[in-house]
């Protein structure tokens, strides 16, 4: 046991970073995930400290554990989500690379609580199984099998082909200037023949009620959109990675911020996620004060 480990405020922050990865892809909510690591760090001060020999992986059991406990009442809410629902945005810069994409996340919204457990921590963090065992509460054999059964169902939204960083925010700002245009042809030119459009207001702002599909529907959607915002500024805050895809982020007219990401293939935009719940934007307000 190191000596940090006796101070558990120092011991908690040197893991703080790694626990907030884990509990935000297993939650898809920031503000969820800090709660989580409130009430794990809660956990590790009460703790025998003195007896535990690796304080990371004791703290990781914590952590899954919780989220495990908060999925099983956040299905309930998510079935009565008001319109299409995203996870929170987390937005870093163009040069950051994460394999746990938007895509990737909403297809982990449809495992079980611990089928998404297996594959996050052992696909996408290295734990091996018997760890994850001592984390979930089944064996390695269990676990082994819940990973695979994850693993074929968010096979395809892994990513294959990552856009060039330089190409992406090309195409976020070609995309972003058409848009608002509403210029159908630039539009039509830069996105998939089945693209989908995902906006989530949560019932708190303006957004499209249902998952738009298909070049014909979206092009007229975002002329639509870009028809009513006629005469009102956006103001562009920053371009990066959202969720691991190229976007940006706007201030809109109302005074709140937006999150747009782009999945990109074969050079054409394959999907838009656009942010507008205030809700799920609190942080990015918070880290631009």
Same mark, same amino acid.
């Given at each position: 046991m *190191?000596?940090?480990?006796?101070?558990?405020?120092? /011991?908690?922050?040197a893991?703080?970073?790694?626990?907030?990865?884990?509990?935000?892809?297993?939650l898809?909510?920031?503000?969820d995930?800090?709660?989580?690591l409130?009430?794990?760090?809660?956990?590790?001060?009460?703790a025998?400290?003195?007896?535990?020999?690796?304080?990371?992986?004791?703290? @990781?059991?914590?952590? *899954?554990?919780?989220?495990?406990?908060?999925?099983? /009442?956040?299905r309930?809410?998510r079935?009565?989500?008001?319109g299409?629902?995203?996870?929170? +945005?987390?937005?870093?810069?163009?040069?950051?690379?994460?394999?746990?994409?938007?895509?990737?996340?909403?297809?982990?919204? =449809?495992?079980? +609580?611990?089928?998404?457990?297996?594959?996050?921590?052992?696909?996408?963090?290295?734990?091996? %199984?018997?760890?994850?065992?001592?984390?979930?509460?089944?064996?390695?054999?269990?676990?082994?099998? #819940?990973?695979?059964?994850?693993?074929?169902?968010? =096979?395809?939204?892994? +990513? =294959?082909?990552?856009?060039?960083?330089a190409?992406?925010?090309e195409?976020?700002?070609?995309?972003?200037?058409?848009?608002?245009?509403?210029?159908?042809?630039?539009?039509? !030119?830069?996105?998939?023949a089945?693209?989908? %459009?995902?906006s989530?207001?949560?019932?708190?702002?303006?957004?499209?009620?249902?998952?738009?599909?298909?070049? $014909?529907?979206?092009?007229? $959607?975002l002329?639509?959109? /870009?028809?009513?915002?006629?005469?009102?500024?956006?103001?562009?805050? =920053?371009?990066?990675?959202? !969720?691991?895809?190229?976007?940006?982020v706007?201030?809109?007219?109302?005074? #709140?911020?937006? *999150?747009?990401?782009?999945?990109?293939?074969?050079?054409?935009?394959?999907?838009?996620?656009v942010? @507008? !719940?205030?809700?799920?934007?609190?942080?990015?307000?918070?880290e631009m004060?």
């Open positions: *190191t000596a940090s480990a006796t101070d558990p405020a120092a /011991s908690f922050a893991a703080r970073p790694a626990l907030m990865r884990v509990a935000y892809r297993m898809g909510s920031v503000a995930a800090e709660d989580v409130q009430d794990a760090y809660l956990r590790w001060a009460e025998d400290r003195a007896s535990v020999q690796v304080p990371e992986a004791f703290l @990781r059991r914590i952590v *899954t554990r919780l989220c495990l406990d908060h999925l099983k /009442s956040a309930v809410q079935e009565t989500y008001a299409p629902w995203l996870p929170e +945005p987390m937005v870093e810069p163009m040069e950051e690379q994460d394999d746990v994409t938007l895509p990737l996340m909403l297809a982990l919204e =449809r495992l079980s +609580p611990l089928e998404r457990a297996a594959f996050l921590l052992h696909d996408v963090f290295g734990q091996s %199984f018997d760890e994850i065992a001592a984390a979930v509460g089944r064996d390695s054999a269990a676990c082994r099998q #819940l990973a695979a059964r994850a693993r074929a169902h968010v =096979r395809a939204e892994r +990513p =294959r082909y990552p856009v060039d960083r190409r992406g925010q195409i976020a700002a070609a995309f972003l200037t058409a848009s608002r245009a509403g210029d159908t042809v630039a539009l039509s !030119n830069l996105l998939a089945d693209v989908t %459009f995902y989530d207001g949560g019932g708190k702002r303006p957004a499209v009620a249902r998952v738009m599909r298909g070049l $014909s529907e979206v092009v007229r $959607s002329a639509a959109i /870009s028809r009513l915002l006629t005469g009102k500024s956006t103001q562009v805050v =920053r371009y990066g990675l959202v !969720n691991g895809l190229p976007g940006f706007t201030r809109e007219h109302d005074g #709140l911020l937006q *999150t747009t990401a782009l999945l990109i293939e074969d050079d054409r935009i394959a999907a838009i996620y942010m @507008r !719940n205030p809700d799920k934007l609190a942080h990015l307000e918070r004060q």
